[in-house]
């Protein structure tokens, strides 16, 4: 079990995960920033005691991002509660049913919640927004809660983990999530699925090289106030897939946010890509320029990998037990 706040006191402004060079251009900007630092939170160890050279120390024990503070922008703003964790953190081998509207997903259930993100971390990517764990709203499609992401009009906020690296795209066998959106000026925009990823995992090109990203509104219709459930494999046309960075996201050789591919046509045009055996990351994103900002929250997260599935059920307390939340708040903080 996760180990009481006070066995570890992380500082502002000194704590980095460990290997993470400030002065290497790949962790310069805020974007590749949170990269690397989804990248590395768990699997690495941080040390408390700050910089050596500008490289995070790695003397320090094993710990967990619980989340993040807001700003991720500039290098004297470090990271924040982390606290020492059981790498056999709660898993549910329950099945998974969402709501009578959506699709039955046979799988095993990681319930995540403030004290047990099971790897999960809130991060700003660009100012202004937040994240949290929060109840509702309305009947959320598993258990009572779902993750909240709230922007700006400049605001970029993710919900991520570092999982999958080195998966090829071809071997996931379910991608599925569902999301909510309360407020938005766009008529469109929804909370988008992303992974870091890797244009061909059979080559000698270890370089980040960008996100993959998928977003409902080229296929489908986006509702406010209600529960909509995405299966980003279904090849509706014209597709809802595409790469951030080049030469990928070349419309019509690849998979272009002006010319999108269905899943089946990301497949063919990219055979080996796969989820970056460094950089790699699966991602809910909301915002990025998103005029008049934006409020939603998702749930249910289905990621299958050669037949097993897991589902992630976003909870705003307890211990995996959702009538055992009144010592959080939904914020996740735990004063």
Known sequence: MIVQPEAVTAHRDNVLPAGIDLHDPVAQTAHERVN????????????????????????????????FEQSV???????????????DAPRLPVKAQASADGD??????????????????????????????????????LGKGSAQLEVDSTGGWI???AAYQGTPLADFTRLSYWTYRQASVSPAVA????????????????????????????????????????????DAAPGNWWFTKAPQN??????????????????????????????GAVILKAGGGWAGGFVGNTDALAIG?????????FEPGGDGHEDEDEDENEHGDDD
């Not at 319930?111 to 099971?118: A, D, E, L, N």
């Open 36 to 67: 690397c630092l989804l990248a590395h939170a768990f699997t690495n160890r941080v040390g408390p005691d700050g910089l050596d050279n500008g490289v995070a120390r790695a003397d320090a024990p094993r710990v967990e991002v619980e989340h």
């Open 73 to 87: 922008l500039r290098r004297t703003e470090g990271w924040v509660n982390l606290r020492v964790a059981d790498e």
């Open 104 to 141: 039955e997903i046979d799988g095993d259930v990681v319930r995540v919640t403030p004290k047990h993100m099971q790897g999960w971390a809130f991060a700003q990517e660009t100012p202004n927004g937040a994240g949290m764990m929060v109840r509702g709203p309305e009947d959320p499609p």
């Open 159 to 161: 919900l991520g983990k």
């Open 191 to 234: 909370i988008a699925l992303q992974f870091n990823i890797d244009r061909d995992l059979t080559d000698a090109d270890e370089s980040y090289q960008g996100r993959l990203v998928y977003e409902p509104y080229y296929t489908k219709t986006v509702l406010t106030g209600v529960w909509q459930q995405w299966n980003t494999q279904d």
């Open 250 to 279: 070349t419309p019509v050789t690849g998979c272009a946010i002006s010319d999108p591919c269905t899943w089946s046509e990301l497949l063919a045009k990219f055979p080996n890509a796969g989820v970056h055996r460094a950089f």
């Open 305 to 313: 990998v050669d037949g097993d599935t897991t589902v992630y059920d």
